[in-house]
């Protein structure tokens, strides 16, 4: 036990997120191949966002929780694939003309940019009826039982909808222009209902994700929702600062926040004030793991430094 | 049992549909109730179009293959507003700018014409996730089996997705400027395939869901998405001979296809085929349900006939 123990602490965390990252990737190689009833042209726009090179943080979060609850990487794949696709789907939509309008992700033109509005806005919706197809095909091929499949698909859902990510997106638009709203509007609680939402909601939902599949118990889903809930805070403050004060090289896009105006920590709080709340979070988050033992917890714990202490 | 037979004859079909569109109404209304955590903004703009008024085809079709397979309505309620909210968000993405640019629906102004373009693109996102969570709490409530429980998303993704619904969208938008394909483009062929994925597809993930929800048998449940593929092939004919001969003001629009030059069971075989054509696959849906006593079909049959007799 010991001898395992030293040789997980020798993996860095850097191998774990390119070895799980590498799995994720052939999971979605494998689910989106053309179905026969398919246009060719809804799987390209489909593929082509979906295989865009993301970090594939949440289907890793999915596939850590499932281990720290005792279940094999493998078999919540599909799962994970499946959180992925509903950030994907996100991501193809915020771009959009209507929404933010960029021309532009990760270096290379948004979907809608290659394929057209109408196809994006199809791909999109798309990508999040798939995700829940693959979700519920995993389910079963598990052999969960109804209450745990339901449980499943409704985790991913709140998380995915509008009291959760799409509440986030509405909150983000309704912020734009915040300096000029009548004082009755509180930023600092605006923001973080955005960040909790936007980015916080999914994160949780895909570590909840995980533990279902591995059947935790009810204080063992709660424990991996609190370290989803702070841990995406902390992630999200974390992008905050990086926008303000990052490599640009690294980062692709940067400073785009105060240029716009944006409500951001940064611009509530200044960068030191909001660098010590994303470390405040991610300790937060992994004094939740606690029902775990320290082999089981551990990868989530160093994905939460990791969080902060990213470049990108 | 004959004075039973008797007494359910004596309803006429409008009192059953209207009963039933109550009922699903009522339990949209309980849906629709504000979540803490959601934004005022998105329940409106969703609140808006679940409300403006449709026909209610596709959750009636749930409840009634429900009760077709033994089941009683109200519990299948909540599975019969999914797929409510499923057809409303593809009706006001279909409306955007991007797509079909549409300025209203049923005589009311369209979504994005009220909320503006990107609330009108979260709202359907919105209403698609919150489909699957209110079916995987139906299929909870109703004590469903896992392999049942995932069954019924997948049969709900299957036909509201890129292989379902979604793509028939795509090959719709692909039909535009259909006179001017190359000889390689096969017009009846497209326009079968965008009538069976747009209308038939969800139609018969309707149907499905229903039986799904009563445990109906293989059997059953094949009799059931044979029905549906028919029946929504017979609609969607029926609605291309509305929109060129129907009476202008109970249609509210008309002579629309006509006008863009649309692909159409109309435009491809003129009115008095296109007629024929629907008959024989209202007849074919009829045909599908022989597994069923002429008790527990006899509403799916009084629908197949409707779906070709009906002025709008």
Chains 1, 2 share one sequence.
Request: charged share 25%; with cysteine.
């Amino acid at each position: 036990m010991r001898k395992t123990l030293i040789r997980e602490a020798e993996i860095s965390l850097e191998s774990y997120l390119s070895a799980y990252s590498k799995m994720v990737d052939a999971e979605l190689k494998k689910l989106f191949v053309r179905h026969a009833e398919e246009p060719a042209s809804i799987l390209k726009a489909m593929s082509y966002s979906i295989f865009a090179g993301g970090k594939r943080l949440r289907p890793i979060l999915v596939l850590a929780a499932h281990e720290c609850c005792g279940g094999k990487a493998k078999d919540a794949l599909k799962t994970a694939a499946a959180l992925e696709m509903i950030h994907t789907y996100s991501l193809i939509h915020d771009d959009l003309p209507a929404m933010d309008d960029d021309d532009l992700r990760r270096g290379r033109l948004t979907n809608h940019k290659v394929f057209g509005e109408a196809l994006a806005i199809l791909a999109g919706d798309g990508l999040l009826t798939y995700a829940f197809e693959v979700a519920a095909q995993n389910s079963a091929e598990m052999g969960l039982d109804g209450k745990r499949a339901s449980a499943l698909i409704q985790a991913i859902a709140c998380g995915a909808g509008s009291s959760g990510m799409v509440g986030g997106q509405v909150a983000d638009l309704e912020a734009e222009d915040w300096q000029n709203k009548n004082h009755g509007f509180n930023p600092k609680r605006h923001l973080e209902y955005i960040h909790l939402h936007k980015t916080a909601s999914l994160i949780m939902a895909s570590l909840e994700a995980g533990g279902i599949l591995a059947r935790a118990s009810e204080s063992r889903l709660k424990a991996l929702s609190d370290y989803g809930r702070s841990l995406g805070l902390a992630f999200q403050i974390a992008d905050d600062v990086l926008d303000a004060v990052g490599d640009k090289k690294k980062m692709g896009k940067m400073g785009s926040d105060a240029a716009n105006h944006k409500l951001t920590y940064v611009s509530l709080y200044g960068v030191e004030k909001a660098r010590q709340m994303a470390r405040t979070e991610a300790e937060k988050a992994k004094a939740a793991l606690g029902v775990f033992s320290a082999q089981q917890n551990q990868w989530l714990k160093r994905i939460a430094d990791y969080t902060i202490e990213r470049d990108k």
